[in-house]
């Protein structure tokens, strides 16, 4: 069993923590206080060819999986999770959409421009009313004369009004009742005729990226909007938020990271009663802990990449990898904090910033109370939800 990363993944890693160090990491402290998009940093990105990351050289990507997504995605987590959800959201959620379940025409039309960095998909699912019961869509789609119509609402979306959105996947009931087998995904343009991109949410966490409402009142689209099949809307995000999970995992590994090394330089120079203070048992052995988490985490995360590159089923791993991931965060976070004390919760400090964004990752793509019932009902309980 060989826990290396390939010399070329060994490269591709230096190449981006460089990136990371050298261009985003830069001013991240500064648009999180601002709530501001990065979107420089983000053409910096698509120059780099981190769009096309998981997307095949037919479309102009690098046909890459989700290892090589998992190492970029660690990096830029250490440095600014902001810039890394969008990159995670962008590729992971609505172009992974596009490339699993759009017809050649729809992938032709779009992935191009999406590996290209120059547009973006976002993946609306969650709605005001549903939150973790994604099944329980109360948008609709009907059939209209040439195409459908959509109303309806959703809440809560990554990149759904970044300068570069150029498109919504958006997921709204088609049958009577809706439910799990009642969903179907649609293709929106991003200006269409009845959608309104509402204002940016003032947030705690990944203050950076943009999250927002979006409103359907007579949204017309075209027939040609509905993608894959009819109904099957439901277990083609449950399939895409998988993988989803694993880039979630990976982003939190990259700010535990953070937490841990700021905490070891912190301990090494901060001298109190005549001896740096990591020469005390009780900072020591908090390290000794993150270290232990992000350890495991790591394993776990790319664990779970290595069975979703190779083909192999990884429902509960990829459970596994973003619940102990988003849990090694948080602590990390919180107890990299304590070792700072005052200059750990001052706004300035990287580790308050961490301490925000922590929490979120144990929320997004599926709560961490969803994960463990996950894990129970493939260890064979009875569970249901």
Same mark, same amino acid.
């Given at each position: 069993?060989?826990?290396?990363?390939?010399?070329?993944?060994? !490269?591709?890693?230096?190449?981006?923590?460089?990136?990371?160090?050298?261009?985003?990491?830069?001013?991240?402290?500064?648009?999180?206080?601002?709530?501001?998009?990065?979107?420089?940093?983000?053409?910096?990105? !698509?120059?780099?060819?981190?769009?096309?990351?998981?997307?095949?050289?037919?479309?102009?990507?690098?046909?890459?999986?989700?290892?090589?997504?998992?190492?970029?995605?660690?990096?830029?987590?250490?440095?600014?999770?902001?810039?890394?959800? #969008?990159?995670?959201?962008?590729?992971?959620?609505?172009?992974?959409?596009?490339?699993?379940?759009?017809?050649?025409?729809?992938?032709?039309?779009?992935?191009?421009?999406?590996?290209?960095?120059?547009?973006?998909?976002?993946?609306?699912?969650?709605?005001?009313?549903?939150?973790?019961?994604?099944?329980?869509?109360?948008?609709?789609?009907?059939?209209?004369?040439?195409?459908?119509?959509?109303?309806?609402?959703?809440?809560?979306?990554?990149?759904?009004?970044?300068?570069?959105?150029?498109?919504?996947?958006?997921?709204?009931?088609?049958?009577?009742?809706?439910?799990?087998?009642?969903?179907?995904?649609?293709?929106?343009?991003?200006?269409?005729?009845?959608?309104?991109?509402?204002?940016?949410?003032?947030?705690?966490?990944?203050?950076?990226?943009?999250?927002?409402?979006?409103?359907?009142?007579?949204?017309?689209?075209?027939?040609?909007?509905?993608?894959? #099949?009819?109904?099957?809307?439901?277990?083609?995000?449950?399939?895409?938020?998988?993988?989803?999970?694993?880039?979630?995992?990976?982003? !939190?590994?990259?700010?535990?990271?953070?937490?841990?090394?700021?905490?070891?330089?912190?301990?090494?120079?901060?001298?109190?009663?005549?001896?740096?203070?990591?020469?005390?048992?009780?900072?020591?052995?908090?390290?000794?802990?993150?270290?232990?988490?992000?350890?495991?985490?790591?394993?776990?995360?790319?664990?779970?990449?290595?069975?979703?590159?190779?083909?192999?089923?990884?429902?509960?791993?990829?459970?596994?990898?973003?619940?102990?991931?988003?849990?090694?965060?948080?602590?990390?976070?919180?107890?990299?904090?304590?070792?700072?004390?005052?200059?750990?919760?001052?706004?300035?400090?990287?580790?308050?910033?961490?301490?925000?964004? !922590?929490?979120?990752?144990?929320?997004?793509?599926?709560?961490?109370?969803?994960?463990?019932?996950?894990?129970?009902?493939?260890?064979?309980?009875?569970?249901?939800?």
């Amino acid at each position: 069993m060989d826990f290396d990363l390939t010399e070329e993944q060994r !490269a591709f890693q230096t190449v981006v923590r460089a990136f990371a160090d050298d261009v985003i990491a830069p001013g991240a402290g500064e648009r999180d206080e601002r709530h501001a998009f990065p979107l420089d940093q983000v053409r910096a990105m !698509a120059e780099l060819g981190l769009f096309g990351l998981p997307f095949p050289a037919a479309y102009g990507g690098a046909d890459a999986g989700c290892m090589m997504t998992c190492i970029a995605l660690e990096e830029l987590g250490r440095v600014d999770q902001s810039v890394g959800i #969008t990159l995670s959201a962008a590729i992971g959620l609505g172009g992974s959409m596009i490339l699993r379940f759009g017809s050649d025409a729809q992938k032709g039309r779009w992935l191009p421009a999406i590996a290209a960095g120059e547009a973006i998909a976002s993946f609306a699912l969650t709605e005001p009313g549903g939150g973790t019961d994604a099944a329980d869509a109360a948008t609709t789609a009907t059939e209209v004369d040439g195409g459908w119509r959509i109303d309806g609402a959703k809440a809560f979306i990554t990149n759904a009004g970044t300068p570069l959105t150029a498109l919504h996947v958006v997921t709204a009931a088609t049958e009577p009742g809706g439910g799990a087998a009642g969903l179907s995904s649609f293709l929106v343009p991003a200006h269409v005729d009845g959608l309104v991109v509402e204002a940016p949410y003032r947030k705690m966490s990944w203050r950076a990226s943009d999250t927002r409402g979006l409103a359907f009142d007579g949204c017309r689209v075209d027939a040609d909007a509905l993608l894959g #099949t009819r109904g099957r809307g439901f277990p083609q995000s449950l399939e895409v938020l998988t993988d989803a999970r694993i880039t979630i995992a990976a982003l !939190a590994v990259g700010l535990a990271r953070s937490c841990l090394e700021a905490s070891v330089a912190y301990a090494r120079e901060r001298s109190a009663f005549g001896r740096p203070i990591g020469a005390n048992q009780a900072i020591a052995l908090k390290i000794a802990d993150m270290r232990a988490a992000i350890e495991t985490a790591r394993l776990a995360t790319y664990r779970a990449a290595w069975l979703a590159d190779a083909g192999r089923p990884h429902v509960a791993e990829a459970s596994l990898a973003k619940l102990v991931a988003s849990e090694a965060a948080v602590a990390a976070a919180r107890e990299g904090v304590q070792i700072h004390g005052g200059l750990g919760v001052i706004e300035e400090s990287p580790l308050a910033r961490a301490y925000r964004d !922590a929490k979120v990752l144990e929320i997004g793509e599926g709560t961490n109370e969803i994960h463990r019932l996950i894990l129970a009902r493939d260890a064979g309980l009875p569970v249901t939800f």
